[in-house]
């Protein structure tokens, strides 16, 4: 069985810039959640989408955004990059909506220059 | 706000020794204790995780100790070994309403010497 996959593994832009990070679930998971894990900061929840609704969102500007499609994949949009906005993104899905069973993607490494 | 405190940032210990990870937690909501193991390059696995209805868990060399009146809980890793070497990360979630999400700590990064 696939596990969780992210595209692109490495992502280089400068500020100003918009970026795009996908992600695909493992088949059967309907849940897809993204995170940050900057340097020194640990894993911050950025978005959860359930059967294609945002159904909650962490304590980031509304430049972060995304969408799930029908298939359970999902887009995760960052606006006007920031220097700050470098970061690991990790895209995790689980089979119901509970936290405990999220398996992870490799992540998307963004360089902001 | 840093809701789930982790420590130390960083531990070596030679094979064999028995590494101790802490964290604690404020909010008394959580219900859902999991740790994560991530190795270079790679997402976070789940390596064990706990609820507050029991003290201990253990999953082979993995152990979770919790205190709930203390809001704590630690991962012991008996008789470590090199291939141990990776960053732990532990978690906090509340499993109700539609607020489902995990709360991690800074995470760990553990070396395991010959």
């Known amino acids: 069985e696939a596990g969780v996959t992210q595209s692109p593994t490495h992502l280089i832009k400068t500020r100003g810039q918009q970026a795009t990070l996908r992600c695909s679930p493992i088949?059967?998971?309907?849940?897809v959640y993204w995170y940050q894990q900057a340097l020194g900061l640990g894993l911050q929840f950025l978005l959860w989408y359930d059967e294609g609704e945002e159904r909650n969102r962490g304590n980031f500007p509304p430049r972060f955004s995304g969408r799930q499609f029908p298939n359970y994949s999902s887009e995760l949009n960052v606006n006007a990059l920031e220097l700050e906005d470098s970061a690991l993104y990790l895209c995790a899905s689980t089979q119901d909506r509970g936290p405990e069973t999220q398996y992870f993607g490799p992540g998307t490494r963004l360089l902001v220059l | 706000q840093q809701q789930v405190k982790q420590s130390p940032q960083s531990l070596i210990v030679q094979k064999g020794g028995i590494p101790i990870i802490n964290c604690a937690y404020e909010?008394?909501?959580?219900?859902?204790f999991p740790w994560y193991q991530q190795f270079p390059g790679k997402g976070p696995a789940l390596l064990i995780a706990i609820r507050p209805d029991v003290s201990e868990k253990k999953e082979g060399r993995f152990t979770i100790s919790f205190n709930k009146s203390a809001k704590q809980f630690s991962l012991h890793i008996m008789d470590s070994q090199p291939g141990d070497s990776a960053t732990y990360f532990c978690?906090?979630?509340?499993?109700?309403?539609?607020?489902?999400?995990?709360?991690f700590g800074t995470g760990t990064r553990l070396q395991v010497t010959l």
């Open positions: 909010n008394t909501a959580f219900d859902y």
């Open positions: 978690a906090a979630s509340s499993v109700s309403g539609t607020a489902s999400k995990l709360t």
């Open positions: 088949s059967g998971h309907t849940s």
